[in-house]
């Protein structure tokens, strides 16, 4: 009689623990949601694919720590989660053996192939030898200085086929930067950049560590999917890109006495 009992209950209690389960992973109370994909364990929450493009995991004796060598990009994350967030945080550490230019992207459309680029390297503009100059996460380099500030070349802008772009957008008619083009022997004597890192002379025995954010509103969530990029033209294994770990913190408005009750009604309509 007891045991019966015990059956019953445990059979009563498994959906209400299933149902809290849900209820909290898609809530996500905090508004926070952080999870990692380091190169010897896979997470519950991130696909990486296709895994040809990258190596079997190998072993850093230096760093005491697993890594995988990109050998050819693009190479994507997908990142399943239960519900969509308003902003993430990307952090990828890497080793860069010579590469020039390192990526990553939130995809918004993948059927028109539109995405979302944030820098992470680019040691063209970091071993660029014009003056520059920095206001918050922009950067300007002058062939000549010209300018003492950003806010004052924004104010007066010199002739558009002077200025080249790099991650930032003045409107139509400007040139984007390119890999192929030698920025010192071309005709431009600007250059402004989307570039939220300190320039210092590239350390290729040392482990990166970048960051970049993302308004996730603007990037495309279906199938409880998001798909970021990680790019570095022309990549292959010779290049030594090791690559050790990418971490995710997925950002939302937390959860309060004031807006719990129409968060349950969206989560009941949803599911039931």
Request: glycine share 2%; hydrophobic share 40%; net charge positive.
């Amino acid at each position: 009689m007891n045991t019966l009992r015990v059956i019953k209950i445990i059979l009563w209690s498994l959906p209400i623990i299933v149902f809290c389960f849900l209820f909290s992973r898609y809530f996500v109370f905090s508004g926070v949601l952080s999870f990692r994909y380091d190169m010897w364990h896979d997470s519950p929450y991130v696909t990486m694919v296709p895994r040809d493009r990258v190596s079997e995991p190998l072993y850093d004796t230096d760093e005491k720590r697993w890594y995988r060598l990109l050998k050819q990009e693009p190479l994507y994350f997908d990142v399943r989660i239960p519900r969509s967030f308003d902003s993430s945080n990307i952090t990828v550490e890497y080793k860069n053996g010579s590469q020039s230019i390192v990526e990553i992207a939130g995809v918004v459309d993948s059927h028109q192939e539109s995405y979302i680029f944030q820098p992470l390297e680019n040691r063209l503009l970091e071993n660029l030898s014009w003056p520059a100059i920095r206001e918050g996460e922009l950067v300007l380099w002058q062939r000549k200085v010209e300018f003492k500030g950003i806010t004052d070349f924004l104010a007066h802008l010199p002739q558009k086929r002077e200025i080249l772009l790099y991650r930032h957008d003045l409107g139509d008619g400007f040139d984007q930067f390119s890999p192929l083009v030698d920025i010192e022997a071309s005709d431009k004597n600007y250059v402004l950049a989307l570039y939220p890192f300190l320039m210092s002379a590239p350390e290729t025995n040392s482990v990166r560590q970048r960051e970049a954010t993302f308004d996730t509103r603007l990037l495309h969530y279906g199938y409880h999917k998001y798909r970021f990029v990680l790019s570095a033209p022309r990549v292959n294994a010779r290049e030594n890109f090791r690559l050790y770990s990418v971490r995710f913190v997925m950002n939302r408005e937390p959860i309060t006495w004031n807006n719990f009750l129409s968060r349950s009604k969206n989560f009941f309509y949803k599911f039931f």
